[in-house]
């Protein structure tokens, strides 16, 4: 479980993320959704210490995130919103560099790498350097070494941004899988089926604040809409010509 209580980032004279506060379940796929520069990304990067909040608190698992970066990372697999893969290293190379660093080795490594390549049809290019890569294959290697670990919390940034539609639905299946066997899923997308069709619950959030939450349904009938994308656009108040 995580759980983020009046989370705030400023950079300069900007407030990015300002009094932010959620819960993701365990068992639930959680949907952080907003217009662009609504500090959905600067959020999840506070929840996997890669930036370190101005004020509040992120708790993993019971784990203070904020004192002990390192130990709730353990608890945590993450897809960020940019891949940084190294180009010299093939999709193999990856996985199993990501799961010993995780303290993984010997058959349960392997099986897992093995299990990772199948579901996310990279078999034919395991062996292969990962420069030249298009953007929806290095998607499929971070994904992949981001759960190597089999880790209980799970964030994703865009998880189905740039795949085709059958890696797409294995990414789909996936989540629903973690979330079946239990876990946390924080999700970011803009895709409203995708949204729709996988989220327990939904953070909406908006010039850095969230603006509302709740189920599919709650939102719909909050707002008065019946299509979840028009229920977003008045909740974030893009309708009203507001910026993000």
Known sequence: MIQVENLHKRFGTV???????????????????????????????????????????????????????????????VLPDVSGLYPRLTPREHIEYYGQLQGLSGKVLHDRMEHLLQTLDMTSIADRRTQGFSHGERTKVALARAVVHDPRNIL?????????????????????????????????????????????TIIVIARGRVVASGTPDELRALTGHQNLEDAFVALSGLEQGASA
């Open 156 to 200: 994703l940034d865009e998880p189905t941004n740039g795949l085709d539609v059958m890696s797409t639905r294995a990414v789909r299946d996936i989540i629903r899988g973690f979330r079946a066997d239990g876990r946390c899923v924080l999700f970011s997308s803009h895709v409203m089926q995708e949204v729709s069709a996988l989220c327990d």
């Open 15 to 77: 407030t990015a993320v300002d009094g932010v506060s959620f819960t993701a379940q365990d068992g639930q796929v959680t949907g952080l959704l907003g217009p662009n520069g609504a500090g959905k990304t600067t959020t999840l990067r506070m929840l996997y210490a890669l930036m370190r909040p101005d004020e509040g608190s992120i708790s993993v698992d019971g784990i203070d995130a904020v004192a002990e970066p390192q130990r709730a990372q353990t608890r945590l697999g």
